[in-house]
């Protein structure tokens, strides 16, 4: 019988190759498999959102490929938890290492990544955003305010948890900022 997370890593590898590089990352880049019980395989994913998704479009090809490995799975179910951390050993660094090294380091502030001007996180970008059937057209919509200020006035974003919509908001007010730094721009939660 094969260790459970090495099948899920062979699972992994095998619906990698056979969906889109941006299904791979938004579906399944963060499961992981919890244990299998009485031919139940469990699958851990981060969220509702997800769970749902996979258990409704990938649970027929998922346990197909399980099954392919381990003939005693008779079913797949995705559930929510919470990704065990493996602990990481720090190596051993000797003070004259530690010092060396904190004085090439300055450690910003916390609120110094997000300017109080404009409120936007500078990580949310469009080259990071993952672009999907449940997005596309929120992603055009933003497209067009950037191309043409006030087309779409107000932009209203809303969905469910976890599909993109702060990222897509933030992106979209940096993406406005770089093409015309004379806007004013204010990022807030409703």
Known sequence: MQDIHNLW???LAEIELSVS?????????????????DGV?????????????LA?????????????HQESVRSVEFIIAKKPVKPVVAPQNTLEQEKKQSEGLQEL?????VPKKN?????YTF????????????YSASQAVIKKPGSFNPLFIYGST????????????????????????YYTSS
């Open 162 to 185: 976890g599909i993109g919509k702060t990222h897509l908001i933030q992106a979209t007010g940096n993406a406005l900022i770089e093409k015309f730094p004379g806007l004013n721009i």
């Open 41 to 53: 395989f469990f699958v851990g994913v981060p969220n509702e959102f997800i769970k749902d998704w």
């Open 127 to 138: 080259e990071t955003f993952i672009i999907g059937p449940f997005n596309e057209i929120a």
């Open 56 to 68: 409704t479009k990938f649970s027929r090809e998922v346990l197909k490929s399980i099954r392919n």
């Open 21 to 37: 590089k941006a299904n791979f990352t938004t579906w399944f880049k963060n499961t992981y498999a919890v244990k299998e019980e």
């Open 109 to 113: 502030p916390l609120d110094h990544m």
């Open 119 to 123: 409120n936007l996180n500078p990580k």
């Open 9 to 11: 890593e062979t699972v």
